[in-house]
């Protein structure tokens, strides 16, 4: 059985000027390839190693296929299509103005998901949800500890956090908050992805 958290959307408002909070899961555990292909091996006469060796071959596939600029569709499960960005410290082109960014000034940023319907009706049908209350902090009564640890609560349920998160689970103020998440990802007690405004904080790599 699932948990979900309800999570507030800091770039939304409602008429009265009140943030709305919006269901997410609790993720509680990651799968990972060799469970997968010990639970699939049950299902099929493959063995585990054969379907690890599948699932590696799998991404070396689509890996392939998405750099030669295809989406790829695998039926009951979903879509995938890449997306780019500029590398660091090029500036974008802009209009009315010289300069066209090349190749090398590019490269892929991230996988694009979107699952199929069959694959999200599947999950309607065979899941059951039960709430898991992640309390909101009050910034005078809470301590470091304490906030770090909502923030590795609402990533373990998000996969993510963005300063906005921060400051509607802590109450800081953003500044305060922004200081606070470089502190923690400096330490290492958070990873984290991109840089400047689009900064996401994750949790730390564990294997370093």
Partial sequence: MAKYIMAPMSNR???????????????????????????????????????LGVISALGEVIASELVAGHAVYLDGIGRFSPSLKLKDGVEPEQEHKEGHRNANSIEFYSINFRPSKELVNICNVKGELTRAKIH?????????????QMAINYIKASGFLKVRDYVDLTGLSRNRASQELRELKDRGSLGGRGGGSHVVYILPDTTK
């Avoid at 902090?137 to 906030?147: K, V, Y």
Wanted: no cysteine; proline share 6%.
């Fill in 13 to 51: 408002k409602t008429t009265e000027g009140n943030v709305p909070y919006y269901p997410r899961v609790l993720i509680e555990h990651r799968t990972n390839s060799e469970e997968i292909a010990q639970m699939l091996s049950k299902y099929t006469s493959f063995t585990k190693g054969d379907i």
């Fill in 136 to 148: 909101k902090s009050d910034p005078m009564n809470s301590t470091l500890e304490d906030r770090y």
